[in-house]
Structure formats: C-alpha cells, structure tokens
C-alpha cells in the first residue's frame, strides 16, 4: 500500500511539475513574441497621449492600434497585475520596447509620488499643416493654434534632426541636411503643451505611412531615392497651383531632367530668396539677380544642373504620387496664364513657348523687344553625360 501511494504521488509530483514548465515555457515564448515581433520597426518613436480618464484597458487599445503591442489582452493583463497606477502625460515610447518597459515608462509604482517630470497634457489642439509650406511656416502654423512652445524651438529641431538615422525613408539625406521636405502636412491632434521633438515625431510617422512600400517600390523601380522623389515633389507642390496640372508638371520638370536642361523652376528661386516678411516673393528682376547664384538656384547650372540641394517645401501625398506617375507628354515649356484657374499653357517648342509668353505675358521684355531674361527663351542645355535625375553633389 505504501509502495502505491508513493507511486501516485510521485506521478502527481511529475505532472504538477511537467505543467508548470509547460505554462512558464508558453508564457515565456508569448511574452518574447509579444515584446519583440516587430523587429524591423525597432528603435521607431510613436507619441502617446494618456489622459486621467483612461485606463488599462483604452491605454492597451491606444497602443494596438500604434502597433506598439501585439496584444491588447496581455497588456492589460501584465499592467493589472503589476499594481502600478497610470501616469497621465505624453510619451515618446519607440517600437521593440517590452511590454515591461512601456508599463515603467507610463506608470508610476503605487507606493511612489508620482513623477513630477511628466507633464499632464494640456488643451487639445487641432493643427493643420499645408501642403506646399516650408518649415519655418509649420512653426508658425503651430503658434497661431495655440501651442504652448516656442517656435524656434519647432525649427531648430526639424533643422537639426535628432537621430535621422532611424527613419529608413531619410537614408539618403545629406549629412547636415534638415527635415523639409518630410513633415507631412495633414491635420493633427496634439496637446497645447507637445514638445516640438514630439510634434515633428508625429509627422515623420505620418510621412512612413502615407509613402508606402508600393511608392517606394516604384521610386526603387525608376532609379531614384525617396529624397529625389520628395525633392522634386516640393517643386511640383509649388508650381502647380491647379489640382489637375499637378502630373503634367512633374512629366515636364522630368523631360528637362531627361533632355539635359536645367529646370528653372521659379519656387526654388523664391525659397532662396524668402524672409520672414514674405516665404514666397513674386520675383522681380531684383530678386532673380539675388537668387541666381543662391545654393537652390535651378537657373544657374553651375550652381545646379539637376535638382537642388534638397526640399524646398512639405509636399502632399499627391504631389509625390505625380512624380512617381507623371503625365507621359513633350512639354518642356509652361507659361502662367495669369487668370483664376491657375494654370498654364504648356509647349513643346520654343517658338510656341515664346507666343505664349506674348498671350498670357504681353508687357514681358521679349514681346516688347527686349531681353527674353526669365522666360525661359533661352535654355541652357548640359552635355549628354553630365545629364541626370539625381541631385547634384
């Protein structure tokens, strides 16, 4: 009898232990795939905002649905049992943190004070950043809507990128180079009392989803980077005032890329040139001359023969769209109506350009007998194997 009830407990004792390493096992092999499947997006920063009302179970979907989890259920699972209250605030968390880890950043221990560093967030604000506006315009895009921060603050930071190199799509920014160009313009929600580095993470992340993997496909496909696309989306943001010249544009800009003729395109021009009292100047000859030798001058192939340093504005999902699938034409001419619509006269000649400059432009020099100058009657062309897309070093 003895020998049998020490048999049974033995085989109690081993299924008991058998179980237990299975659960740790399982729960071991959950958590590490919880915490760290998102390999390829580690190091990314996400802002979350986390206000008095919530609690575990809205703060688990608030990090679902920024993919910063897995499982919603697990989450608030772990948070329950840790005993740790919820700290209201904004916080930069990054992809590949531990569940662990995001519980300490936005908890505070139950026996503790909580963290006088953490900022509650203040008044909800609804900014909306333009299409086509530089950085120093988004600075005071925010001002104007009641953020709490300091402009310059807001410009400094999207100047001089904080880590840059954790954003695949500014692989190929120069070195020095500031983020113009990459702060997506949409309409945004975000506390009056944000940080600036915050605000410009939102965006960033909001530029790697709208320029999807199909865009970058596509962008791969033609030879280019995402840097060119965007450099020379900016261009056409600017210049097509009309929704639908937006591809006809972008295919003209690339025929003169494709044809070795510098674009001369007048928003570089006025990017070199602007000021606080006026971004974008209508260009008079003495702000041409000013600009002719500037560093995003595109009518001096010297300075450069192909696109320019970089961005010279934030473009819209569509603009890029255009670059990446522009008009199929021969146009490498446009002349601004000068009328409501906005939009142009496109040519294929230089003869055909120049009656169009006499229609829509009739007091210009060259239709009065002076010099053709800034209308484009004069195209300085580049050797064949100098010519190409890519930016100029």
Known sequence: MLVRLLTQSLKIISILTLSTLVV???????????????????????TITIVEEDDGSTVASKLTDAELINSGFYFETRFRFSADALQPGTYTLRHGMSVSEIIEAVSVPAADEPDATIEAPGDALSVTFIEGERIEQYAETLAEAGWE????????????????GQWDFLADLPEGGSLEGFLFP??????????AQNII????????????????????????????????????EREAAAEEERVTIAGLYLNRLD????????????????????????????????????????YNSDVNPALPPG???NPGLRAMQAVLQPEEHEFIFMQAKGDDTGTHAFSTTLEEHEQNICTYNPTAE???????GNDLASISVLPAADRRWTIAA
């Open 201 to 236: 993470d939102r965006m960033l992340n909001n530029f790697d989803v709208q320029f999807d993997d199909s865009m970058r496909q596509s962008a791969s496909d033609q030879g280019r980077n995402v840097f060119e696309v965007v450099t020379m989306a900016s261009i056409v």
């Open 259 to 298: 044809q070795g003729m510098i674009l001369q395109a007048d928003p570089t021009q006025q990017y070199a040139v602007g000021t606080a009292d006026d971004w974008w100047p209508e260009l008079g000859q003495d702000l041409i001359d000013q600009a002719f030798n500037e560093p995003y001058s595109t």
């Open 24 to 46: 740790v096992g399982s729960v071991t092999f959950f958590n590490y795939w919880t915490d760290r499947s998102r390999a390829e997006e580690i190091g990314r920063p996400v």
């Open 149 to 164: 921060g300091d402009p310059q603050d807001f410009i400094d930071a999207a100047y001089s990128p904080a880590n840059p």
């Open 186 to 195: 949409d309409t945004y929600d975000i506390p009056s009392n944000d940080t």
């Open 311 to 313: 961005p010279i504005a």
């Open 366 to 372: 060259s239709c009065t007998g002076g010099s053709t």
